[in-house]
């Protein structure tokens, strides 16, 4: 063999081999568009032996068809901004609820009469939940939120309508995890993960973790679960009120985490064992101003 031979066919063998190592590379490197697995937080079973996921189930299933109150109420209520830093403030509002053969429904008004300012929500409760706004000085009707538009702030609050909807305790896919302390109450304790249009607009919440006081029935606290377990909001019900023989929830805190920064949802005023006509929660009445009850129907709600 000449020595050009050798040199041509030294030359081919080194492209081939070149080629060669650039196919084994493409077939073993992932596809440039593959995207890394989403954390999913683990249970943490609070007892010995994995709960009877079964009895979680019907536990978390009466929950969901309890409500929240009897009958039809009314409720004055306070934000009350506490940055970590800087000074307070104090947003007023309005609800109004009831319930409809798709769960709890309720009307609520921030900032009610305050002009350029004031926000309208109508909120549907229930598996099939959804939340309508309005909002002085943004057009003449109401429109339903986006699942990206929950996640707005209320008032330049800590308060979101993803708050005060509660869609994630009807979110399909749970793990029982057992009885725990909370405030020195037992509470059934779930975790609960998102459903595939909430984690496409908030990737970085990976599940919801809630107690539910196993004596009265009810949401003792919710956390928002991020990145690698870390707590991103704490949702906490501090304390509740006999209003007419009826217990109502008095006060909520709101708690960034990462920011420190805390809303306290008073509710200041209520009344319970109303009757309201059911055009009041229709989307398309949130345009229209509504009157409170009369002053004689409402409790002061004090310390």
């Known amino acids: 063999m000449s020595w050009a031979s050798a040199r041509r066919r030294s030359y081919f063998l080194r492209q081939t081999t070149a080629v060669v190592c650039l196919f084994c590379i493409l077939a073993i490197a992932p596809p440039a568009q593959a995207q890394p697995r989403r954390y999913r ?10 709960p009877d996921q079964e009895e979680g189930k019907r536990i978390l299933q009466e929950f969901r068809q309890r409500g929240f109150y009897g009958g039809d109420y009314y409720l004055d209520f306070e934000l009350r901004v506490m940055p970590r830093r800087g000074a307070e403030r104090t947003v007023p509002g309005r609800m109004w609820g009831s319930r409809t053969d798709l769960g709890p429904i309720s009307r609520v008004s921030v900032a009610p009469g305050v002009k350029g300012q004031e926000e309208r929500l109508l909120i549907q409760n229930g598996p099939s939940s959804s939340v309508w706004r309005w909002k002085s000085g943004e057009g003449a009707d109401s429109a339903q939120l986006s ?25 399909p896919e749970f793990v029982f995890e057992g009885v725990s302390k909370m405030r020195g109450r037992p509470a059934h304790t779930f975790l609960l993960y998102p459903p595939a249009e909430v984690a496409a607009v908030r990737p970085d919440l990976t599940g919801v973790r809630v107690y539910l006081d196993t004596q009265y029935h009810a949401l003792v606290q919710a956390e928002h679960i991020g990145p690698e377990g870390k707590v991103l909001k704490t949702m906490s019900v501090l304390d509740l009120k006999n209003v007419d023989g009826q217990w109502i929830v008095k006060s909520v805190d709101l708690r960034d985490e990462a ?17 309201f006509s059911r055009g009041l929660f229709e989307p398309g009445m949130l345009t229209e101003s509504i009157r409170p009850p009369a002053s004689d129907r409402i409790r002061k709600v004090g310390p």
């Open 259 to 275: 920011t420190r920064n805390k809303t306290r949802f008073s509710v200041v005023g209520a009344a319970v064992g109303l009757d």
């Open 147 to 171: 699942e990206s538009a929950l996640f707005d702030r209320l008032a330049d609050t800590d308060v979101t309508p993803f708050d005060l909807e509660l869609s994630f305790l009807y979110w």
């Open 41 to 50: 937080p683990a249970p943490e079973y609070l007892q010995l032996g994995k």
